[in-house]
C-alpha cells in the first residue's frame, strides 16, 4: 500500500495576499474550485482579518458563501482574533486556522504583539469555538526567525504543547522564510510525531534558498502525511526580494507522485491550473514543473534522428 | 567527525556552453581563479570540442593556459575524442572527462551517433590516453530521457561496468534534463556504490522540476561525496524552456553546510561570486541563495518592534 499524503493549498490566502492587485473576487472563486476538484484535502480560503489590514481579502465572505463545497475536502480559514471566529462561524468553515511565531520579534514585526499576548487571545478564540469546529494552529519561524535568528526545537515543543493541552486538532510547523535545511526538519519531525501522536501535524515549507522540496522529503522520510503547498509557488517573502516563496504545491506533489506516494491529487488537472495563474495575477511565478512539464510528457526527437538511427 | 563531501563545478563549461553571448576568455580565467579560492575539489574549466560545434569554448587552450592553478583543485575538461585528448594533453588537464548517454535516442539527437559507436569512441580514446591522466566518463539521461521517456537501471549499470572494465577512475551519473527523483536516485545510488566500491562516483542533478535538492539529499543519504553543480545553476535544458538548468552550487553547498557536512566550501566567498554573475552573463539566474542570503544572514526588525517589545 502506498501512503497517502494530505494537501493543503494555500495560494488564496497566504499566496494571494501579498499580491499588489486586487484579485476579482469571481478569479479567486473559480480558483478555488478548480482546486477542489484537483484532490487536494484541504483548501485555506481566506482570512478573517481587518478587511483595512489585508484589502486583499477584504471579500472573504462573499468568497466562502460562492465557492463550492465538494465531499471530502475541507475549507479552512484564517482566524486571527474572537471577530475573525465570528465571521468564520457565520461563513461555515470546516476549520479555523489561527497563527502565532515561535519567535518574539518576528511576532512584535508580523502580528504587533509579544506573545505571550497572542497565546492569550488565540486561548480566547479557542474557548468561545467550544470544540464546535476543529482548530489547528500554525506555528510561524519555527524552523528560525529572519530577524533573531536560531529559534530552539524546545520552544516550538513548548507551544506546540500548550496548544494540545487546549485541545487544538492539528498544528502546523511552519518555515515561514525558509531558513530550515533537511537535518532540522528530521529532528523537529521525528520529535513532535513522537511527541504528540494524536494531533494532525502539517508542515509548511518556503522554497527561499532552493530547500523547498529536499525539507519536504526529510520531513515524508520522517513520518509526516501532511503538507501545505502554494499553487505556482505563490506567496513570497519581504526579507527576500527576488526570491521564491511558499513551496509550489505542484512542483511537490509531482515529485511524490513520482516516487510513489499516493496524494489524491490529479497532476494533470494541477498543472494546467498552475499555468492559468500567471494570467491571474499577472505576472510569472516560480513553479518549475509547470514550465517544464512533468516527467512523463516527452518530447519529439529532432528530425535527423530518423535518419541517423536507419544508417 | 562530519563527511567530508566534494563539489566539482561546472559553470564555466556546462553553463556557459549554452548562452548566446560569448564570454571574454578573460572573464572565464577570473571566475575560474575566483572558483578555485572557494575550495571547489574540481572545476570543469572547458570542452575539447571543436570550435565550430561551441563557439562559446572555442578559447580552451587560452583558458587552460591562463588560470591559476592552486593545489588541491583538479582542473578537469570535456574530452569528446582523440583529437579533444591531444588538445587536453596539451593543455595539462588533471582529468578527462568523456560523455556520452545511456539513451540511445538521446545520443543520437546529442552527440549525432548511435551509442555503441560512441562508447567504441571512449574506448579509443581511454587506450590513448593509457592511464597517463585520469578518466572520468559522464554518463547523460540515465535517470530517464526526455524523448525516450524511462531509461532502465540495468542499462545504466551496464554501460557503467562495461567503463569500469576499460579502467576509468570515475562515473557521473547524470540528470542530465531534470527527471529523477528522490526514490529513484535512492535506488541508483545505492545500486552503483554497492556494484562500483572503487569507483569515485558523482551525481549531477538539474532542478528542471525543482527537484535538484531532494535529489542531492536522497544521494547523500545513499552515501555519495560528489556532486556536479553549476554556480548561480546556470546551464539549462533545451527541452524545458524558462525552467531551471543545472542545481545551482551554492544552493546545494549552502544546505549541505546548514545540515553539518564538510564541503570544503567558503561559502561567503561563493555566494559573493554568485552575486557577480548576472553581470559576467548579462541576465538573471536562478541559483536561490544569492537572493535571499544565508540563513544566519539576519535582517533588521521594523523600528516599531522595540518599542512594542518595551511596553
Not at 494524536?198 to 501532511?226: K, P, S
Amino acid at each position: 500500500m502506498m501512503t497517502r499524503l494530505y494537501f493543503n493549498d494555500v495560494v488564496t490566502r497566504d499566496g494571494f495576499q501579498i499580491e499588489t492587485n486586487f484579485i476579482p473576487t469571481d478569479d479567486k472563486v473559480k480558483l478555488i474550485d478548480a482546486l477542489s476538484h484537483c484532490g487536494f484535502a484541504k483548501i485555506e480560503v481566506t482570512s478573517f482579518t481587518s478587511p483595512k489590514a489585508i484589502p486583499m481579502l477584504r471579500d472573504a465572505e462573499e468568497v466562502m458563501g460562492k465557492i463550492q463545497r465538494v465531499p471530502g475536502v475541507e475549507y479552512t480559514v484564517l482566524v486571527p482574533n474572537l471577530r475573525g471566529a465570528e465571521r468564520a462561524f457565520e461563513s461555515k468553515a470546516d476549520e479555523f486556522n489561527l497563527v502565532m511565531s515561535t519567535s518574539e520579534t518576528h511576532n512584535l514585526a508580523n502580528l504587533r504583539m509579544g506573545r505571550e499576548k497572542s497565546f492569550a487571545g488565540l486561548s480566547a478564540v479557542i474557548q468561545y469555538v467550544d470544540a464546535r469546529v476543529p482548530i489547528n494552529v500554525s506555528l510561524s519561524t519555527a524552523f528560525g526567525c529572519p530577524m533573531e535568528g536560531e529559534v530552539s526545537q524546545a520552544v516550538v515543543e513548548e507551544f506546540a504543547q500548550r496548544f494540545a493541552d487546549l485541545g487544538v486538532r492539528g498544528l502546523t510547523i511552519c518555515d515561514t522564510t525558509g531558513m530550515a535545511n533537511p537535518e532540522q526538519v528530521k529532528q523537529m519531525c521525528e520529535a513532535l510525531l513522537k511527541r504528540f501522536p494524536a494531533l494532525q501535524l502539517t508542515l509548511h515549507f518556503h522554497n527561499t534558498r532552493g530547500m523547498g522540496l529536499a525539507n519536504v522529503l526529510a520531513a515524508v522520510q520522517a513520518g509526516i502525511v501532511r503538507f501545505d503547498g502554494s499553487l505556482g509557488g505563490l506567496g513570497g517573502c519581504p526579507y527576500a526580494p527576488g526570491a521564491s516563496g511558499n513551496i509550489s504545491s505542484e512542483d511537490a506533489i509531482h515529485m511524490l507522485d513520482a516516487m510513489g506516494y499516493d496524494t489524491g491529487i490529479n497532476i494533470s488537472k494541477l498543472i494546467g491550473l498552475a499555468r492559468q495563474l500567471p494570467t491571474i495575477v499577472g505576472h510569472a511565478v516560480p513553479g518549475q514543473v509547470a514550465k517544464a512539464g512533468c516527467t512523463y510528457d516527452l518530447h519529439p526527437a529532432p528530425p535527423y534522428v530518423e535518419e541517423l538511427r536507419a544508417r
